[in-house]
């Protein structure tokens, strides 16, 4: 015979565990160890029987009070002791599915059957998604737009029961109406209880005879539908505009889903769209910048007039508050931000370019503040 180990080596725990060390010591071998979990695992359902044997003996105060006297000849009559069952039984030990039932309830079907929902409770409808492309100043001032959405739709024969006219579903009888069947086997290890779907009905829990010959006895029919959807202004290129139920329709009797739109804006060529503010890029004559302007600079509320200050440098960046785009479902605006270039002119006539240098001639070093600067700046460092 083959040396038995320690029951408590074989737990894992002191031989001072309390009934409670024990108890959560054996949940755990035993879900580690289960033959379920390892189907045709010859090492592992002889841990399995190892560890059930290890606790049926130190779960009972008599048993472990001998065995802790005698040690495995005193629960075993194979050792000669007597007393007690035979080591590989379970005398005493009672309905190992009890233990099962709370070790693996939680599997869902595994072994202890974890509830199920309930198949014919109201579920909602699943959300369905759309695209949309607008152009720049749709996408600031907002548009109503029509879609055609292909969804899932109550059928309007049936009105969602799938069952045919003059006709409803009835309960399953052999599930009665959970979709699941519970189904105990006794085992050497004791009852192990299993859920499984219901073949009567597929796990509906309902049956339905007489089927709608419009939905195939599914409730719901495909539609193509043609929606009116409101685009607030200042929606963005990539964000998703949600519109409640307007997804697909729930089953018994659930909410419908959502239609989520997904939004693509094309690029404009003036503006540069950054958050709700706006960025035109304006092109200023030589004279022009030297001599300041009046000029005309488009918005996405219209043209506004702005004065260019003489002497405005190439890259200058001028600041219209409130005139960007419309903050979505708000009424405050951002800004608009105007970049300006100083464009230097080309293709002077002769007589141009001789009354240019003339001009440039009567300019000094106070006329030009940033090459003084630099300049300055050269001579310190080469000194």
Not at 141 to 147: E, I, P, R, S
Not at 255 to 265: F, S, Y
Not at 286 to 307: C, F, M, N, R, S
Not at 323 to 344: A, S
Request: charged share 30%; with cysteine; glycine share 14%.
């Amino acid at each position: 015979m083959a040396e038995k180990r320690d029951y408590y080596e074989v737990l894992g725990v002191s031989k001072t565990a309390t009934d409670d060390e024990l108890k959560k010591a054996f949940r755990k071998l035993a879900k580690q160890y289960h033959p379920d979990l390892h189907p045709g695992d010859k090492a592992c359902e002889e841990k399995f029987k190892e560890v059930n044997e290890a606790y049926e003996v130190l779960s009972d105060k008599d048993k472990r009070a001998r065995y802790d006297q005698f040690g495995h000849a005193g629960v075993d009559p194979n050792y000669g002791a007597g007393g007690g069952a035979g080591a590989g039984g379970f005398g005493g030990f009672g309905d190992m599915g009890d233990i099962f039932d709370s070790i693996f309830g939680g599997f869902g079907g595994g072994f202890g059957g974890g509830r199920s929902a309930n198949p014919n409770a109201p579920r909602r409808g699943e959300d369905i998604r759309a695209n949309v492309v607008l152009d720049f100043m749709e996408a600031c001032k907002g548009k109503t737009v029509k879609l055609r959405i292909n969804r899932a739709e109550k059928c309007p024969d049936c009105h969602g029961t799938g069952a045919a006219a003059g006709s409803s579903p009835k309960t399953c009888p052999d599930c009665h109406g959970t979709g699941t069947l519970r189904i105990t086997q006794r085992t050497p290890f004791g009852n192990i209880a299993q859920t499984t779907t219901c073949s009567r009905c597929g796990g509906k829990g309902q049956i339905i005879d007489n089927p709608c010959h419009t939905c195939n006895g599914q409730g719901r029919v495909k539609k193509v539908s043609e929606k009116e959807i409101n685009v607030p202004a200042g929606i963005d290129d990539g964000q998703t505009l949600r519109v409640g139920g307007e997804g697909n329709c729930g089953i018994n009797g659930g909410p419908n889903g959502d239609l989520h739109i997904n939004i693509t804006v094309r690029p404009d060529p003036i503006f540069e769209r950054d958050g709700y503010d706006v960025w035109t890029e304006i092109p200023l004559t030589y004279a022009q910048a030297t001599l300041g302007d009046e000029i005309t600079v488009p918005t996405v509320d219209g043209k506004v007039k702005y004065t260019v200050p003489e002497g405005t440098q190439t890259g200058t960046v001028f600041r219209l508050r409130g005139k960007g785009i419309k903050k979505v479902n708000r009424n405050d605006h951002g800004d608009h931000y105007v970049r300006v270039t100083v464009e230097v002119p080309r293709n002077l006539t002769k007589e141009q370019k001789e009354k240019l240098r003339d001009y440039e001639k009567s300019l000094g070093e106070k006329n030009y503040a940033k090459r003084k600067t630099f300049f300055d700046k050269l001579k310190d460092k080469f000194k």
